[in-house]
C-alpha cells in the first residue's frame, strides 16, 4: 500500500499484480488476484467492495493474459488498469444510495481524483516492474519456473 488516510488508499500491489499477470504462466495468478482482492478489502475494513474487488481483479487478469496476445502490453495495461474505475458506479449507487444527492456527488468527485490516481500509480509501477524484470532476464526464469 503507497498510502491510506481518511478512507482513501492508493496501492501500488495493482501494478504489481499487473506485471506478475502479464509475465506469470498459467491461472496462478487468478487465484492470487481473488485472495489478495479479499485480503486488502479485510484490512481497509471494506467488506462490502471485497466483490466488486475481486470481479476487477478477475478482469484485469484475464485482458492481461488474453488482451497482450492482441494488442501491446502497453494499451492492455492502461485497459487493465482502467477498472478501477468501476467501483465508482458501484460505490455511488449501492455504498452511497442513502446520501443526499449533493453529498453522493462530492463523493464521487472524490473517488474519481483517488482512482485517477491509483491507474497511474499502477501503470508507472507495471511499466518499472516490466522494464526492470526484462533488464535482469528474471521474467525469462519466471516464464520457466
Request: contains cysteine; charged residues 10%.
Amino acid at each position: 500500500m503507497l498510502f491510506t488516510t481518511d478512507g482513501v488508499a492508493i496501492q501500488f500491489t495493482t501494478g504489481l499484480y499487473l506485471v506478475f499477470c502479464y509475465l506469470t504462466p498459467g491461472y496462478g495468478m487468478l487465484v492470487a488476484g481473488i485472495v489478495y482482492g479479499a485480503i486488502m478489502d479485510l484490512v481497509l475494513n471494506s467488506v462490502i467492495t471485497m466483490g466488486i474487488t475481486i470481479l476487477v481483479n478477475v478482469l484485469m487478469f484475464f485482458i492481461m493474459k488474453y488482451g497482450s496476445k492482441v494488442i501491446t502490453k502497453h494499451i492492455v495495461v492502461v485497459l487493465a488498469a482502467s477498472l478501477v474505475f468501476l467501483y465508482i458506479p458501484f460505490l455511488y449507487y449501492v455504498v452511497w444510495n442513502t446520501q443526499e444527492i449533493a453529498l453522493r456527488n462530492g463523493l464521487a468527485v472524490k473517488e474519481a481524483i483517488v482512482d485517477s490516481v491509483q491507474w497511474i500509480v499502477s501503470i508507472i509501477v507495471f511499466e518499472v516492474m516490466h522494464f526492470t524484470l526484462s533488464k535482469t532476464k528474471l521474467s525469462e526464469k519466471l516464464s520457466n519456473f
